[in-house]
């Protein structure tokens, strides 16, 4: 456990052993009692801090994507062990800190930002727990090291995509979803009503036949790109960066996005969570 001394804890020992030496030379009892209260303050104070910081649980709960080289904003829970509550507990990552004014047995929640500098699994991180309780002019702390199951995903580069190549690659790959799905843009085919939302009956067909008729209605859907390190270009991690990028932008515009990438393959897919496959497999690479 480390001890760092503020400007008024330097000034609070400097009066202490100036009033030392002045007993020592004078004699003087009222200059021995004043230094023996001032000594018993530094004392008792290191003591309580001692306790103040001792059975201190410690929590890190992650956002949903954690990028490398960006600041991620991770929630911190702390528990106390023991009947004493701690107070003035600083939880500090190097580049962020937050402030619990007390700590019980009750889960207490801040918010502090991590930054990874590398992709790839993260195990634990080391973070300081620190306070300056009870006199606020000695700094006592120790790190703490916080387990985590954590997948840092790579930095997103911006990148252009040649499109026509990727597009080729999933046709090869025999990866190609069916070029239309069930929407509203293009009426295919007309059937009997079943239940389907009124803004489907065809009110003119409805009239001629004397029974409820619906519009079988289609969407067009978009071909099925296929992502690997040949879609981009640059150094290994530079190219990850680009597929990172390509991968968020191609999903969030409804495209089925696939990844081929050394010996994984990861097919064609929709949504959060294939966002998230895809992702950890480049992060892992």
């Known amino acids: 456990m480390k001890v760092k001394v503020r400007r008024s804890g330097s000034v609070f020992i400097g009066v202490t052993v100036f009033l030392g030496v002045a007993a020592a030379n004078t004699g003087n009892n009222l200059l021995y009692i004043l230094v ?92 300081t727990v620190m306070s300056d309780f009870p006199l606020g002019m000695f700094v006592r702390s120790y790190e703490a090291e916080v387990g985590l199951n954590l997948v840092v995903f790579p930095r997103p580069l911006p990148s252009p995509l040649r499109f026509e190549e990727t597009k080729e690659s999933a046709d090869r790959e025999g990866r190609s979803v069916s070029a239309y799905t069930k929407g509203y843009d293009e009426v295919r085919d007309i059937r009997e009503y079943s239940g389907e939302p009124m803004k489907l009956i065809h009110w003119k067909v409805t009239a001629k036949v004397g029974d409820l008729m619906i519009k079988e209605t289609v969407s067009e859907t978009k071909r ?60 892992t690479y």
């Open 36 to 127: 023996s209260a001032l000594l018993s303050i530094m004392l008792v104070s290191g003591m309580v801090s001692l306790i103040n910081l001792r059975g201190i649980r410690l929590t890190l709960i992650p956002p949903p994507r954690v990028f490398a080289g960006s600041p991620a904003t991770f929630r911190v829970i702390l528990r106390k062990r023991g009947p004493f509550p701690s107070f003035l507990i600083r939880i500090s990552s190097g580049t962020d800190s937050c402030l619990f004014p007390i700590v019980d047995s009750r889960p207490r929640e801040g918010k502090i930002e991590i930054t990874f500098a590398r992709r790839g699994r993260v195990d634990s991180v080391t973070l």
């Open 224 to 283: 099925p790109v296929i992502l690997s390190l040949e879609s981009v270009e640059g150094d290994l991690e530079t190219r990850i960066s680009k597929i990172t990028y390509l991968a968020m932008k191609l999903i969030s515009e409804g495209y089925p996005v696939g990844l081929k990438i050394g010996n994984r393959k990861v097919p064609p897919g929709f949504g959060e969570d294939h966002l998230v496959r895809i992702l950890s497999e480049l992060a």
